[in-house]
């Protein structure tokens, strides 16, 4: 018998039911809207890690049948990886990494170690983690967004034109973390390819919404490189994700150097391993594997279409009940009900986002993000804040943080759980002077 009719992956999640504490002292079943920052973890992932533990051994260095059995999860693994994201087996390499931020910062170094100089164009609507590595190392600017917070397209040609074959790689997002918008990568791997650059899809929010392929590499719609993390696809034991063109991998030295990088050395020589080992320094991380393997199965028996039409409808539901309150700002996605995964970011007229992050969690259990999440560029720019303001906030003049309340739902959320927050929100805005003093802002 299912515990949830009204969504039956939701028994597949762990931590569903989980009571949390309340302000009226009550206990109430913990409702998490923050998945775009890490989801909880699949039950069969965290079963997969207990069975695994049986069997589990050193990999690539043991020849005892545990490290066989490891060594042959470990390595059959890249396979079913790129089955998953449309990669090329024999073409493309799947290198394994802690997460996305060090996935890009791996390729930086690459690109570094390989181009030397260039252009990199990222744009304005990147996470931190596909800006910051490649400044100092090339030469980075940024493709605008227009007046809807979406990417201009316009200026990403503009500028692969003006830059005349220097731009070594056009780094963009899968999905905003912040808006949700779908960027069109396909027609950006176009732009790209047509101007002698690649492509690389950050598909940190992409991956656990909804299909991707990265198409063959003769396509002009073929996407370079990508990179991802488990921990945001119901696999949070310390694994992501980078893949991309061996034969550009292959043309480095590892840029983490150790056990496991090498074929010989002497004390004045040394040769470098084949890929993926070249770039896979010390012990790997076996388990994050099988988690990873088993979120992924998990996935694909869901199926990622049914995933996005699913998550697709509860940010829709979400979105035509909260666009019934005057007092809550949203933005203009809905006009784009395809181009997004789901995230939705708002704010409550009069409370400060961090005020509505906690009222949400101290009145209802209800877990989301508040701030600028790791997208200050992109934020600045939704909130139209000008330089003049930033000069002030840089020398501590302004203290409040500007930013956005984020709801961003898995597909394990509910229609219930909707109606849930929805009814706080609407007392939030209805008694806002009393939430006010109860939650006075603490900068
Ligand atoms: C779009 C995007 N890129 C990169 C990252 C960084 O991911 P991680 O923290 O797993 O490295 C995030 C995290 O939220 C993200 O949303």
């Not at 990403?156 to 074959?165: A, D, Q, S, W």
Request: charged share 25%.
């Amino acid at each position: 018998m299912l515990a949830n009719v009204s969504n039956p992956y939701r028994n597949y999640i762990a931590g569903v039911s989980t009571k949390v504490p309340v302000k009226d002292g009550s206990w109430t079943t913990y409702i998490n809207f923050d998945n775009a920052a890490t989801t909880p973890p699949f039950i069969s992932v965290v079963n997969k890690i207990v069975d695994f533990s049986q069997w589990y051994s050193s990999i690539h260095r043991g020849t005892g049948y545990k490290s066989k059995i490891s060594s042959e999860i470990y390595d059959n693994s890249r396979k079913a990886v790129l089955d998953f994201v449309g990669g090329t087996c024999g073409k493309d390499c799947v290198i394994y990494v802690k997460n996305t931020t060090e996935a890009i910062n791996k390729l930086s170094n690459m690109f570094k170690e390989i181009y030397k100089t260039g252009v990199i164009l990222s744009t304005f609507m990147e996470h931190h983690s596909n800006d910051l590595p490649w400044r100092n190392k090339f030469y980075v600017d940024y493709v605008n967004i227009d007046q809807n917070g979406k990417l201009d397209l316009e200026d990403l040609e503009r500028k692969l034109k003006r830059y005349n074959g220097e731009v070594r790689l056009v780094a963009v997002t899968g999905a905003s973390n912040v808006t949700g918008y779908k960027n069109p990568i396909y027609e950006i791997a176009r732009l790209a390819h047509k101007y002698g650059s690649k492509i690389f899809v950050d598909g940190a929010q992409l991956i656990p919404h909804c299909p991707i392929d990265m198409k063959d590499h003769s396509s002009p719609e073929h996407i370079d490189f990508l990179a991802f993390s488990a921990h945001k696809m119901y696999a949070p034991f310390g694994i992501g994700v980078l893949i991309g063109h061996s034969s550009i991998f292959g043309k480095c030295p590892p840029d983490y150097k150790g056990g496991g990088t090498i074929d010989i050395v002497t004390p004045d020589y040394v040769k470098w391993a084949e890929l993926p080992d070249k770039e896979e320094a010390g012990t790997p991380n076996v388990m994050g594997v099988a988690a990873l393997l088993e979120s992924i199965n998990m996935l694909s028996s869901i199926g990622m279409e049914f995933i996005d039409r699913y998550e697709k409808g509860l940010v829709n539901y979400a979105y035509n009940r909260l666009s019934k309150f005057a007092d809550i700002e949203l933005y203009d996605f809905h006009k784009w009900p395809d181009d997004r995964v789901s995230i939705i970011p708002f704010n409550i007229k009069g409370l400060h986002h961090s005020q509505t992050a906690r009222i949400l969690s101290d009145e209802g259990g209800i877990g989301v993000r508040n701030g600028c999440f790791c997208a200050q560029p992109y934020i600045q720019k939704l909130l139209k804040i000008s330089d003049e303001e930033m000069e002030e906030r840089i020398k501590g003049n302004v203290k409040n943080p500007p930013g956005f309340v984020r709801f961003s739902f898995g597909l394990y959320n509910t229609y219930e759980e909707i109606d849930k927050v929805v009814k706080l929100l609407s007392k939030i805005v209805k008694n806002k002077e009393h939430y006010t003093k109860e939650y006075p802002l603490d900068y």
